[in-house]
Nanobody
């Protein structure tokens, strides 16, 4: 499975962005999916996850109520809708998939990763 993240860019604080994560090579429609991020000098941290069918979602406290993680299994794609962005949201965002459906917040539980897309939020 190859995951390709896209949609990053520069946005002002309070603005919105939507990231996409498209899978190729095989379907991820039966996998849990997630987004992580890594800011300069910091460890990679969990942002949001969704069950294989999109029924369940779980979020980091720092993004709860601002970010959403919809998915479209027909397109083999999941998304990260980011609203009310803050400068502290600046990071490289990585998408990931977990065929074991552990619903984990730990990066090590995700077997497939995209290469990341940079999000910069200016104040």
């Amino acid at each position: 499975v190859q995951l390709q993240a896209s949609g990053g860019g520069l946005v002002q604080a309070g603005g919105s962005l939507r990231l996409s994560c498209a899978a190729s090579g095989r379907t991820i429609s039966s996998s849990a999916s997630a987004w992580f991020r890594q800011a300069p000098g910091k460890e990679r941290e969990f942002v949001a996850g969704t069950s294989w069918n999109g029924v369940s979602a779980w979020y980091a406290d720092s993004v709860q109520g601002r970010f959403y993680i919809p998915r479209d299994n027909a397109k083999n794609t999941h998304y990260l809708q980011m609203n009310s962005l803050r400068p502290e949201d600046t990071a490289i965002y990585y998408c990931a998939a977990d065929p074991e459906r552990s619903h984990s917040r730990q990066p090590g539980k995700y077997g497939y990763w995209g290469r990341g897309t940079l999000v910069t939020v200016s104040s």
